[in-house]
């Protein structure tokens, strides 16, 4: 258990601070309710709203149940038992991620639908007709096969500094490898799983993208609906109920949550647990779900670029984008990511120090602050921020105004809570015994940083920013409202190319955003957990 010892004052302020610079797009949204939008109690009870509410709960419901099933059974799986296969698959799994929810909807409707390419081959073995990919049922599959590695991730970083001791007794008393799992891991692991499912919840409720393409009437559709049509105050109402759903959530986590996991122990050597029959079946299912959430996505692209680029090169109509301007918007979407991506850990880090360590109130003010916000839509976030701007005095308006600050700034405001869970696992991870050691010895609390804490800490915060920067590249309605003039990413490129029905020039630059998002999340994620798995380790036979 981490230490209740009295946080530094400094630390305290900096948190507070933090934590309402990244609520003030809510604060924004609650402010303009009670100045000039409409009544948010009245509209509550219209049908209008309780409708698309009822949708958005039901959803995230079932997004976040399977997503929290699939994400901890594949963690396990892949870090805990003897499964064949398990290092590809540890590289495979996060990569969904890669894939932004509209391309990866879009793409599976082509792909799953009836008319697609799935559809397509079982014509030839005498099948008719697959099912239809839409309504809950088809955002519920989409979201959940792009979004089970938010628990994957934080689980299976905990899962590989668990010690294997009780394990390892349990197996030699006669405990199956479930059995090791259900009474031993599973409560060990426990706040790894919610803080993932959280997330899951959160981006269900805040999608839009898959929800639009799959026709499922949730509150950002219809959020989007009436900023289309000009009914701003309708949409700021919806806004704030959406902000009310996200902090009743956060605050149930809050309250269901007590104590924390045990510090993780690391150079232990964990024996893997035997599968046995059930080894076969296990990889079955992990290459179906890799078969659905990466393959079918990546066949419905390559046959989009490749149909494009057959046809440029047999005189038909060319291309739209040349490889130029492909490699201008590949290496700004890199750049903005990756700063966006640094500064998000540097702005949680102190809140997940004031949690993990000192579980203080303003640290745990600042940790719902901070989740909250990841259920507001990427575009009412790039609203509330524009409107600021240019409400704000002439120093600010001339600092921030068309700025790529106020583009990061709207980035790590989305993402900053992607980096939370992870960054506090991180945090939590460090043993209280060896900081106490370092002190004791007389290191400063800079050396004790250096030398106890950042090497501790590293994959965990190298995760976090990994998935910041996976999730920056390819957010869509921030980029197109913050960016300035003239900066383009691969995701509004992609967009702009699917509104033109430019489907070839999408298909290519999506391959493009999937290969760098595959190269940042090895790097990044899959890399430092493999890092942290002991090679070769024992398996209990």
């Known amino acids: 258990m981490q230490s209740a010892t ?28 009670f100045t000039e939008g409409a009544d948010p109690g009245g509209l509550l009870l219209s049908s209008r709203v309780l409708q698309p509410l009822w949708r958005t709960v039901q959803l995230a419901v079932l997004v976040s149940v399977s997503a929290g099933v699939i994400g901890t059974a594949t963690a396990w799986l892949t870090t805990r038992t003897d499964l064949p296969f398990a290092r590809v698959f540890r590289t495979l799994l996060p990569l969904p991620l890669v894939y932004p929810t509209f391309v990866g909807a879009a793409a599976l409707v082509r792909t799953l639908n009836p008319g697609g390419i799935v559809n397509d081959l079982l014509t030839g073995v005498g099948l008719d007709r697959t099912p239809q990919l839409d309504g809950l049922w088809g ?79 949730t509150l950002t559709r219809a959020i989007d609906t009436n900023l289309g049509v000009f009914n701003e105050a309708v949409a700021l109402a919806l806004s704030l109920i959406l902000l009310t759903l996200a902090a009743l959530v956060v605050l149930a986590e809050r309250a269901t949550s007590h104590g924390d996991d045990p510090p993780a122990v690391r150079g232990h050597s964990t024996p893997l647990l035997p599968l046995g029959r059930f080894r076969i079946p296990a990889v079955a299912g992990v290459a179906f779900l890799l078969l659905n959430a990466l393959g079918a996505p990546l066949v419905a692209l390559i046959e989009w670029s490749v149909r494009g680029l057959r046809r440029s090169a047999s005189g038909g109509r060319g291309l739209t984008v040349t490889s130029g301007e492909v490699a201008e918007v590949t290496a700004n979407t890199f750049a903005v990511s990756l700063v966006s991506a640094i500064v998000a850990v540097l702005v949680v880090m102190p809140i997940a120090l004031l949690v993990g360590r000192h579980r203080s109130r303003a640290g745990s003010f600042g940790h719902a602050m901070v989740i909250s916000t990841f259920a507001l839509p990427g575009i009412l976030i790039a609203l509330a921020a524009r409107f600021w701007v240019l409400d704000a005095p002439d120093v600010i308006f001339n600092l921030l105004n068309d700025s790529h600050v106020l583009l990061v700034f709207g980035y790590v405001i989305r993402f900053a809570a992607l980096a939370m869970g992870t960054t506090l696992i991180a945090v939590q991870a460090v043993p209280p015994r060896l900081r106490d050691a370092a002190q004791i010895l007389g290191a400063s609390p800079r050396r004790r940083l ?64 999937v290969a760098i998002s595959f190269v940042a999340a090895w790097f990044l994620i899959v890399r430092n957990h493999d890092a942290r798995q002991e090679p070769g380790r024992p398996s209990v036979r």
């Open 6 to 33: 009295r946080p530094p004052l400094g630390l305290r302020v900096a948190s507070l601070l933090i934590a309402l610079i990244l609520g003030l797009p809510a604060l924004y949204l609650i402010a303009r309710n």
């Open 139 to 217: 955002a519920w599959l989409v979201l959940t096969l792009f979004t089970y590695p938010y628990v994957h991730l934080p689980v299976a970083a905990r899962m590989i500094g668990l010690p294997g001791s009780l394990e390892q007794s349990a197996l030699l008393l006669g405990d199956s490898s479930f059995t090791v799992f259900r009474r031993i891991v599973l409560p060990q692991i426990s706040r790894a799983i919610t803080a993932g499912m959280l997330l899951v919840f959160l981006y269900a409720i805040s999608d839009f993208g898959a929800v639009a393409i799959l026709r499922y009437d």
């Open 450 to 513: 250096r030398t106890v804490d950042v090497p501790v800490m590293a994959p965990g915060l190298f995760a976090a920013g990994g998935l910041v920067l996976l999730s920056t590249m390819k957010e869509l309605p921030i980029t197109l409202i913050l960016a300035p003039i003239g900066f383009q990413t691969l995701s509004t490129k992609i967009f702009g190319s699917f509104s033109e029905s430019f489907v070839a020039e999408a298909g290519v630059m999506a391959i493009v955003l």
